[in-house]
């Protein structure tokens, strides 16, 4: 036999499932939670919308919208500024790093701890990256990325921290949005990107399928309760019902998608940017009031968040984020009234009572069109499976964002 048709012979007999057309087995690596205590929902507020200014900066620079354009990468500063921080442990170098999960941005960088370095490059390829209330600035080294046994990311550029701000307990960032975030972040070429770790794994072909799997549990008390990432496609068994997938657009994961409570339209369909690095959900001024007068809700000064009376939450139905799949037919993901509730095990985290019952919902502080005013932070994103789907060979091109339901959907966690 030919040693081409030899190969093909022993491929189709080792991996009958290829043959089927599906997907060899992803990568599973768990991910842990961190609660950033103390911290006021006050600063949850101001973080998600300091976010949101971040990805509406990125937004009208690639949508040729005049104002400031400075670079890509949103604020990773006000990831730590979060009650809670999905992280991963790579292993650099022979050091174990623990790195913030964040689909919002797309540099992955080491060295927020001074103590936990890699040694410097040899060229100084400086890379920079702003944020809101701090910045990272660093240089770019070559090395390997072990994220878990047989999943290496060979000759991955990651930032090596100089100067950082904003970081405390984590060592930096895996960024797994799309390439082009990274876009002005190398200050001598602002022009070029830098391949982010899911790029590697693909062109190096250690995974066949440019795909990652989200899957969080609910905070439900302090404990560093897992969710995992699946590298390489999704995790069918972390899902109870099918996916369905969404167009995204560029330059972060974000896709169309309006919101009904109780079956009343509260947000028109607006672009919503799926981000694992905002605890809260943060939707347009408008759709908030409109949320808070059906339920009746009150501003508590106290923590910053909405807050509804026992009666009023005996009384609170379903919110629903509802788009248009890539097939063209409506889907919808539901968070039940339980879902809508801000962890009451993290009350007192926040500056609030034990017995408060506090929403996840805050305002975007803006019903400007032009700008992105919705985030379907960690606080939806504990309640479905979510896949980013980057096109195969070709991560510049707009992928799709899935989601599906998960045993935590309906559960009664809060
Ligand atoms: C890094 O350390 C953490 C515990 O701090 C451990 O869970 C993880 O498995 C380690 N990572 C690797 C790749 O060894
Ligand atoms: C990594 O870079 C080295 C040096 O440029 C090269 O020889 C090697 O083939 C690269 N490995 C991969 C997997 O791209
Ligand atoms: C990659 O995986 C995603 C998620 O399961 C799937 O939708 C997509 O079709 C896969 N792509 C290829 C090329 O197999
Ligand atoms: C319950 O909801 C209905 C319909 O939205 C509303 O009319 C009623 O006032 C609410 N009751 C309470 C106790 O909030």
Redesign the pocket.
Known sequence: MPFFATLFALCVTTFPTLAGGL?PSPFIVPVQRLVNTPTTGHSLVRAGQARLQAFSKAHSQVNGIPGDHAALAPPAASLTDQIVTFTINPVVNGKNFSLIVDTGSSNTWVGADPANRLQPGLGLDLFEVTYGSGAVLGDETTNTVNITPGLAVENQSIGNALLSEGFDGVDGIMGFGPVDLTQGTLLDNAESTIPTVMDNLFAQGTIS?E?LGVFLAPTTTDDPVNGELSFG??DTSKMTGP?S?FQSTLPFWSISQSATFGGVTIMDTTTCVVDTGTTLLMLPEDAVTTYQDLIGATLDPTTGLLSITEAQLSNLTTLSFIGTDINGETQHFDLTPNAQLFPRALNTEIGGSADDILLITASSGSNDASTIDCIMGQSFLQRTYS?F?TP?GNPDAAGTV?FATTPFTDATTN
């Open positions: 997907s399928n795909t496609g999704v996916m997938f896949a789907v195969n899935g």
